[in-house]
Each structure stands twice: as structure tokens, then as C-alpha cells.
């Protein structure tokens, strides 16, 4: 059963995160009305969507006053988690929409000519909305524990087993 919710003019989208860094969740929401929808991305989908976000803005007038509340609402529970992102610029009413289609495991895929159990979200955004939403983006993903210099993975305070060392000895910094 799918959990699928279009946001045609949402008021308000964000990403956010919860958790320590480190351990962080990453969380989009958006919200139309009354309704709110959360889910949970993983981190190198916030920093390819806050990327290609801008890439797509650089070819379009510049925005007006961008959104300052960014934080997140309750509920933070995430409906489901992403799978994939897709993005598209109407301009007929000078939007972006942003779809984001649920993880579905192997063994629940079915045919394409199937019906699919998948949930998806979709948000209409104002191009300020899509500015706000990839500089927050940027942000958090910048703000996570600094990359190794050798492997590009996460390093961690306690230590990390760099695979381009095979393990032997740490990166030195």
C-alpha cells in the first residue's frame, strides 16, 4: 500500500537532520495546509540534490527573497525512505517539482507494467524555495565529520581504517 502525497503549491520545504553527527538522519518535509510529509534521504542525496538544484537555478532569473525558517516540524518520523530523486522545471507556472519515489526492495519490485507498491512525494516549489533548499543542503552535508584526504570517507573521531591503506596505518592529516 502506498503512502504518495503531491504537494502542488507547498508552503514550506526543508531538509533537516537529526542526531549527532556522525549518526545524523537526513530528513526532507515538505508542507501544504495542514498536511506535513517527511522523509528520510541519505546524505549523498541531500548533496547531489543542493547541487544539481543550483545547477538548475543558474539557468533561470534569480529568486526573490528566500525562506529564513528552515527547521524542521514535527512529526520528524519519516514516512519512508527515498529511493529516488527527480527533478524538473515547469515553466508554465515558473516551478520546480521535486519527486521523490520510496526504496522498494528487491524482492517487492514488480513488472513496469504492474502497478507498483511504491510511495512517492511530490513538491512544487518556488524557485526562492529551491535556493533555500539547496543553500540548507549544502550546508548540513558541509557541517558532517571532514572527509579522509586518501579515500573521501567519513573520518571518525574514535579513528578510521582507510581502505586506500588497507588498514595498516591511519591517513595522516
Same mark, same amino acid.
Given at each position: ?23 545524523? *538522519? ?6 501544504? %495546509?495542514? $498536511?506535513?510529509?517527511?522523509?528520510? !534521504? &541519505?546524505?549523498?542525496?541531500? +548533496? =547531489? ?6 545547477? *538548475? ?6 529568486? %526573490?527573497? $528566500?525562506?529564513?525558517?528552515?527547521? !524542521? &516540524?514535527?512529526?520528524?518520523? +519519516? =514516512? ?81 581504517v582507510c581502505p586506500r591503506t588497507n588498514g595498516h596505518r591511519?591517513?595522516?592529516?
Amino acid at each position: 500500500m502506498s503512502d504518495s502525497h503531491d504537494l502542488y503549491d507547498a508552503e514550506r520545504v526543508t531538509v533537516g537532520t537529526i542526531g549527532p553527527t556522525g549518526q545524523r *538522519v537526513f530528513l526532507l518535509q515538505g508542507r501544504q %495546509g495542514s $498536511l506535513t510529509v517527511t522523509v528520510k !534521504l &541519505e546524505k549523498q542525496q541531500v +548533496a =547531489a540534490l543542493s547541487q544539481y538544484l543550483a545547477k *538548475v537555478l543558474e539557468e533561470l532569473p534569480d529568486p %526573490g527573497i $528566500l525562506p529564513e525558517d528552515l527547521e !524542521l &516540524e514535527e512529526p520528524l518520523d +519519516a =514516512a519512508w525512505v527515498v529511493g529516488t530523486l527527480g527533478l524538473s522545471y515547469d515553466s508554465t507556472a515558473d516551478r520546480i517539482v521535486l519527486l521523490a519515489e520510496e526504496a522498494v526492495p528487491e524482492e517487492e519490485e514488480v513488472d513496469e507494467a504492474d502497478e507498483t507498491n511504491a510511495s512517492m512525494a511530490r513538491f512544487t516549489i518556488t524557485r526562492e524555495q529551491a535556493a533555500a533548499l539547496a543553500i540548507r543542503g549544502t550546508e548540513l552535508v558541509e557541517a558532517g565529520r571532514p572527509p579522509c584526504p586518501l579515500c573521501g570517507n567519513p573520518l571518525d573521531p574514535s579513528g578510521h581504517v582507510c581502505p586506500r591503506t588497507n588498514g595498516h596505518r591511519p591517513p595522516v592529516l
